[in-house]
């Protein structure tokens, strides 16, 4: 994949993986930042998680901007 982050200086080649993972038969989604986050008892609850993740860290990004 061929595009830019909004953090990116330049256009990069991004490669996605796999980020989900079962530990004891629940699943975790593991982000940039190193974090593993969950548990979710099934895909659809996790997929779920990873969205409500994103917002949650870019609505983030967007009040540390406004604050500089």
């Known amino acids: 994949m061929y595009g830019m982050r909004a953090q990116d200086n330049a256009p990069a080649t991004h ?6 993972c079962r530990v004891n038969g629940e ?3 593991s982000t940039r930042e190193n974090t593993l986050e969950g548990p979710y008892g099934n895909a659809e609850v996790a997929a779920q998680g ?3 993740y994103i917002e949650r860290m870019q609505k ?3 009040r540390h901007q406004s604050e500089v």
């Open 15 to 20: 490669f996605r993986s796999d980020r989900l």
């Open 50 to 52: 990873v969205r409500d």
């Open 60 to 62: 983030m990004s967007a």
């Open 27 to 29: 699943l975790y989604f």
